[in-house]
Protein backbone atom coordinates (compact mmCIF):
# COMPACT_ATOMS: atom_id res chain seq x y z
CA UNK A 1 0.00 0.00 0.00
CA UNK A 2 1.37 3.40 -1.44
CA UNK A 3 1.22 6.72 0.76
CA UNK A 4 -0.26 9.58 -1.85
CA UNK A 5 1.16 12.85 -0.96
CA UNK A 6 -2.05 14.06 -0.34
CA UNK A 7 -2.25 12.33 3.04
CA UNK A 8 -1.20 14.16 5.91
CA UNK A 9 2.27 12.48 6.31
CA UNK A 10 3.11 13.20 2.76
CA UNK A 11 2.23 16.81 3.07
CA UNK A 12 4.27 16.94 5.59
CA UNK A 13 7.18 15.15 3.93
CA UNK A 14 6.62 17.92 0.78
CA UNK A 15 6.46 20.87 2.99
CA UNK A 16 9.58 19.85 4.93
CA UNK A 17 11.88 19.28 1.42
CA UNK A 18 10.36 22.59 0.21
CA UNK A 19 11.33 24.25 3.08
CA UNK A 20 15.11 22.56 3.08
CA UNK A 21 14.97 23.34 -0.40
CA UNK A 22 14.11 27.47 0.09
CA UNK A 23 17.00 27.20 2.75
CA UNK A 24 19.77 25.84 0.24
CA UNK A 25 18.59 27.97 -1.96
CA UNK A 26 19.13 31.53 0.95
CA UNK A 27 22.59 29.90 1.57
CA UNK A 28 23.98 29.58 -1.49
CA UNK A 29 22.01 33.23 -2.84
CA UNK A 30 24.23 34.50 0.43
CA UNK A 31 27.35 33.07 -0.35
CA UNK A 32 27.22 34.14 -4.28
CA UNK A 33 26.54 37.43 -3.38
CA UNK A 34 29.72 37.13 -0.81
CA UNK A 35 31.47 35.33 -3.73
CA UNK A 36 30.94 38.85 -6.21
CA UNK A 37 32.85 40.48 -3.79
CA UNK A 38 36.72 39.91 -4.01
CA UNK A 39 37.52 41.72 -0.74
CA UNK A 40 34.75 39.97 1.50
CA UNK A 41 35.75 36.70 -0.33
CA UNK A 42 39.23 37.39 0.94
CA UNK A 43 38.27 38.32 4.36
CA UNK A 44 35.44 35.08 4.76
CA UNK A 45 38.27 33.30 3.24
CA UNK A 46 41.20 34.10 6.23
CA UNK A 47 38.46 34.11 8.99
CA UNK A 48 37.39 30.57 7.51
CA UNK A 49 41.80 29.14 7.60
CA UNK A 50 41.97 30.98 11.21
CA UNK A 51 38.79 28.82 11.89
CA UNK A 52 40.24 25.57 10.64
CA UNK A 53 43.74 26.03 12.28
CA UNK A 54 42.06 26.82 15.71
CA UNK A 55 39.95 23.96 15.61
CA UNK A 56 42.75 21.32 14.17
CA UNK A 57 45.40 23.28 15.98
CA UNK A 58 47.51 19.95 17.50
CA UNK A 59 47.28 18.52 14.23
CA UNK A 60 48.45 21.35 12.28
CA UNK A 61 51.37 22.84 14.44
CA UNK A 62 54.61 20.51 13.47
CA UNK A 63 55.89 20.92 17.56
CA UNK A 64 54.86 21.28 21.01
CA UNK A 65 54.23 25.44 21.54
CA UNK A 66 55.34 25.49 24.95
CA UNK A 67 58.74 23.40 24.61
CA UNK A 68 62.16 24.93 24.76
CA UNK A 69 65.10 24.29 23.02
CA UNK A 70 67.81 26.48 23.86
CA UNK A 71 70.01 24.91 21.26
CA UNK A 72 68.31 26.09 18.28
CA UNK A 73 67.04 29.42 19.27
CA UNK A 74 66.20 32.23 17.50
CA UNK A 75 67.20 30.33 14.30
CA UNK A 76 65.90 32.24 10.84
CA UNK A 77 62.71 30.86 9.04
CA UNK A 78 63.85 27.39 7.01
CA UNK A 79 62.80 24.44 6.20
CA UNK A 80 62.59 22.65 9.68
CA UNK A 81 60.97 25.70 11.26
CA UNK A 82 59.07 27.55 8.80
CA UNK A 83 58.51 30.84 10.76
CA UNK A 84 61.83 30.37 12.80
CA UNK A 85 62.14 30.46 16.67
CA UNK A 86 61.88 32.65 19.52
CA UNK A 87 64.53 33.43 21.98
CA UNK A 88 63.78 29.96 23.88
CA UNK A 89 63.92 28.17 20.58
CA UNK A 90 60.32 27.71 20.31
CA UNK A 91 58.61 27.48 16.86
CA UNK A 92 57.21 30.71 15.96
CA UNK A 93 54.79 28.57 13.68
CA UNK A 94 53.38 26.35 15.87
CA UNK A 95 53.30 28.95 18.62
CA UNK A 96 51.12 31.15 15.73
CA UNK A 97 48.71 28.33 15.27
CA UNK A 98 48.25 27.76 18.95
CA UNK A 99 47.87 31.56 19.33
CA UNK A 100 45.20 31.42 17.28
CA UNK A 101 42.68 29.35 19.90
CA UNK A 102 43.42 32.10 22.00
CA UNK A 103 42.44 35.12 19.42
CA UNK A 104 39.11 33.05 18.62
CA UNK A 105 38.18 32.44 22.44
CA UNK A 106 38.70 35.85 23.12
CA UNK A 107 36.67 37.22 19.95
CA UNK A 108 33.81 34.84 19.81
CA UNK A 109 33.40 35.24 24.04
CA UNK A 110 33.12 39.06 23.58
CA UNK A 111 31.03 39.03 20.79
CA UNK A 112 28.78 36.65 21.78
CA UNK A 113 28.64 39.13 25.27
CA UNK A 114 28.59 42.22 23.86
CA UNK A 115 25.58 41.01 21.29
CA UNK A 116 22.82 40.14 23.26
CA UNK A 117 23.88 42.60 25.99
CA UNK A 118 23.86 45.62 23.87
CA UNK A 119 21.02 45.01 22.16
CA UNK A 120 18.85 44.69 25.36
CA UNK A 121 20.03 48.18 26.35
CA UNK A 122 19.54 49.95 22.82
CA UNK A 123 16.06 48.37 22.33
CA UNK A 124 15.04 48.86 25.73
CA UNK A 125 15.78 52.46 26.02
CA UNK A 126 14.50 53.47 22.23
CA UNK A 127 11.45 51.46 23.05
CA UNK A 128 10.16 53.42 26.22
CA UNK A 129 12.17 56.55 25.96
CA UNK A 130 11.45 59.03 28.87
CA UNK A 131 13.72 57.96 31.94
CA UNK A 132 14.81 55.13 31.27
CA UNK A 133 16.50 56.40 27.75
CA UNK A 134 18.07 58.96 29.66
CA UNK A 135 19.80 57.22 32.30
CA UNK A 136 20.98 54.10 29.62
CA UNK A 137 22.33 56.13 27.16
CA UNK A 138 23.93 59.13 29.93
CA UNK A 139 25.90 55.21 31.14
CA UNK A 140 26.36 54.52 27.50
CA UNK A 141 27.93 57.73 27.42
CA UNK A 142 30.46 57.59 30.70
CA UNK A 143 32.14 54.62 28.60
CA UNK A 144 32.30 56.10 24.86
CA UNK A 145 34.24 58.66 26.61
CA UNK A 146 37.24 57.22 26.63
CA UNK A 147 39.00 55.51 24.62
CA UNK A 148 38.18 51.41 24.49
CA UNK A 149 42.00 50.65 24.96
CA UNK A 150 42.15 52.82 27.69
CA UNK A 151 39.55 51.63 29.20
CA UNK A 152 40.27 48.33 28.92
CA UNK A 153 43.49 48.73 30.41
CA UNK A 154 42.22 50.16 33.57
CA UNK A 155 39.68 47.24 33.75
CA UNK A 156 42.69 44.53 33.47
CA UNK A 157 44.36 46.74 35.95
CA UNK A 158 41.41 46.59 38.25
CA UNK A 159 41.04 43.02 37.97
CA UNK A 160 44.72 41.43 37.29
CA UNK A 161 46.29 39.71 34.19
CA UNK A 162 44.96 36.95 32.91
CA UNK A 163 42.93 35.93 29.76
CA UNK A 164 39.21 35.74 31.21
CA UNK A 165 40.15 39.32 33.03
CA UNK A 166 40.75 40.50 28.97
CA UNK A 167 37.40 38.93 28.20
CA UNK A 168 35.69 41.16 30.79
CA UNK A 169 37.52 43.86 30.44
CA UNK A 170 36.89 43.92 26.26
CA UNK A 171 33.17 43.14 27.15
CA UNK A 172 32.52 46.23 29.49
CA UNK A 173 34.62 48.69 26.65
CA UNK A 174 32.47 47.25 23.49
CA UNK A 175 28.79 47.17 24.23
CA UNK A 176 27.94 50.68 24.15
CA UNK A 177 28.33 51.19 20.50
CA UNK A 178 25.95 48.00 19.70
CA UNK A 179 23.75 49.78 22.88
CA UNK A 180 23.47 53.02 20.52
CA UNK A 181 23.30 51.51 17.50
CA UNK A 182 20.16 49.23 18.56
CA UNK A 183 18.24 52.61 20.30
CA UNK A 184 19.01 54.14 16.64
CA UNK A 185 17.33 51.50 14.66
CA UNK A 186 14.65 50.96 17.29
CA UNK A 187 13.70 54.83 17.65
CA UNK A 188 12.99 54.60 13.80
CA UNK A 189 10.73 51.79 14.03
CA UNK A 190 9.19 52.81 17.34
CA UNK A 191 6.27 55.05 15.47
CA UNK A 192 5.96 52.70 12.49
CA UNK A 193 2.23 51.72 11.27
CA UNK A 194 3.10 48.20 11.99
CA UNK A 195 4.12 48.43 15.05
CA UNK A 196 1.20 51.00 16.03
CA UNK A 197 -1.07 47.99 14.87
CA UNK A 198 0.44 45.66 16.60
CA UNK A 199 0.18 47.48 20.02
CA UNK A 200 -3.48 48.18 19.61
CA UNK A 201 -3.72 44.59 18.68
CA UNK A 202 -2.96 44.13 22.42
CA UNK A 203 0.70 42.80 22.71
CA UNK A 204 2.80 43.47 25.05
CA UNK A 205 5.97 45.51 25.42
CA UNK A 206 8.27 42.40 25.64
CA UNK A 207 6.07 40.95 22.60
CA UNK A 208 6.65 44.17 20.50
CA UNK A 209 10.46 44.06 21.03
CA UNK A 210 11.22 40.37 21.01
CA UNK A 211 8.73 39.63 18.03
CA UNK A 212 9.13 42.27 15.83
CA UNK A 213 11.61 45.24 16.89
CA UNK A 214 14.86 42.89 17.50
CA UNK A 215 14.69 40.93 14.69
CA UNK A 216 14.50 43.87 12.34
CA UNK A 217 17.77 45.19 14.37
CA UNK A 218 19.88 42.36 13.62
CA UNK A 219 21.29 42.59 10.63
CA UNK A 220 23.07 46.15 11.52
CA UNK A 221 24.06 44.58 14.61
CA UNK A 222 25.88 41.66 13.24
CA UNK A 223 27.43 44.06 10.42
CA UNK A 224 28.80 46.40 13.99
CA UNK A 225 29.95 42.73 15.76
CA UNK A 226 31.96 41.46 12.84
CA UNK A 227 33.47 44.80 12.27
CA UNK A 228 34.19 45.37 16.26
CA UNK A 229 35.90 41.77 15.80
CA UNK A 230 39.00 43.64 14.51
CA UNK A 231 38.97 46.14 17.21
CA UNK A 232 38.32 43.00 19.62
CA UNK A 233 41.98 41.53 18.04
CA UNK A 234 43.75 44.81 18.10
CA UNK A 235 42.77 45.50 21.94
CA UNK A 236 43.89 41.96 23.37
CA UNK A 237 47.38 42.26 21.51
CA UNK A 238 47.59 45.07 22.73
CA UNK A 239 46.76 43.73 26.43
CA UNK A 240 48.68 40.58 26.00
CA UNK A 241 51.84 43.32 24.49
CA UNK A 242 51.63 45.02 28.00
CA UNK A 243 51.77 41.22 29.83
CA UNK A 244 47.97 41.79 31.01
CA UNK A 245 46.34 38.95 28.62
CA UNK A 246 47.41 35.26 28.82
CA UNK A 247 50.23 34.29 30.78
CA UNK A 248 53.59 33.22 29.79
CA UNK A 249 54.41 30.84 28.05
CA UNK A 250 50.76 30.96 26.33
CA UNK A 251 51.60 31.72 22.85
CA UNK A 252 49.20 34.95 22.46
CA UNK A 253 50.28 37.12 19.74
CA UNK A 254 50.44 40.28 21.62
CA UNK A 255 52.97 38.48 24.49
CA UNK A 256 54.82 36.84 21.72
CA UNK A 257 55.73 40.62 20.35
CA UNK A 258 56.75 41.81 23.82
CA UNK A 259 58.68 38.90 24.37
CA UNK A 260 60.81 39.23 21.02
CA UNK A 261 60.65 43.30 21.06
CA UNK A 262 64.57 42.90 22.33
CA UNK A 263 65.74 40.65 19.68
CA UNK A 264 64.00 42.58 16.73
CA UNK A 265 67.08 44.58 14.89
CA UNK A 266 68.83 41.22 14.39
CA UNK A 267 66.04 38.25 14.25
CA UNK A 268 62.75 40.50 12.58
CA UNK A 269 60.96 37.23 12.11
CA UNK A 270 60.56 36.93 15.89
CA UNK A 271 58.36 40.20 15.90
CA UNK A 272 57.51 40.60 12.12
CA UNK A 273 55.13 37.15 12.05
CA UNK A 274 52.99 37.55 14.86
CA UNK A 275 52.50 41.39 13.48
CA UNK A 276 51.61 40.31 10.38
CA UNK A 277 49.06 37.66 12.16
CA UNK A 278 47.50 40.10 14.04
CA UNK A 279 47.19 43.09 10.66
CA UNK A 280 46.00 40.00 8.14
CA UNK A 281 43.33 38.90 10.99
CA UNK A 282 41.93 42.40 11.91
CA UNK A 283 41.70 43.45 8.06
CA UNK A 284 39.90 39.80 7.03
CA UNK A 285 37.24 40.69 9.84
CA UNK A 286 36.94 44.20 8.48
CA UNK A 287 36.72 43.07 5.05
CA UNK A 288 33.94 40.31 6.06
CA UNK A 289 32.04 43.18 7.83
CA UNK A 290 32.01 45.04 4.54
CA UNK A 291 30.71 42.77 2.97
CA UNK A 292 27.52 41.95 5.47
CA UNK A 293 26.83 45.13 5.47
CA UNK A 294 26.49 45.66 1.61
CA UNK A 295 24.46 42.01 2.10
CA UNK A 296 22.59 42.60 4.86
CA UNK A 297 21.36 45.79 4.74
CA UNK A 298 19.57 47.43 1.76
CA UNK A 299 20.36 50.81 2.46
CA UNK A 300 23.93 50.14 1.42
CA UNK A 301 22.78 49.62 -1.71
Given at each position: ???????????????????????????????????????????????????????????????????????????????????????????????????????????????????????????????????????????????????????????????????????????????????????????????ADFISAVRLQGASPVRVLWRHIVPLCLPSVIIRITMNMAGIILTAAGLGFLGLGAQPPEPEWGAMISSGRTYMME???????????????????????????????????
Open positions: MTVSLDTPLGARNSESRQRIKRTLNRAGGFVGKMARNPLTAIGGGIVLLLLIVAAFAPLIAPYNPLVQDLNNALVAPNAQHWFGTDEFGRDIFSRLVYGSRITLYIVLLVSVTVGPLGLLLGVTAGYFGGKVDAVLMRVTDIFISFPSLVLALAFVAALGPGLEHVVIAITLTAWPPIARLARAETLSLRQCWWVVTIPGLAILINSLAFNFLGDGLRDILDPRSE
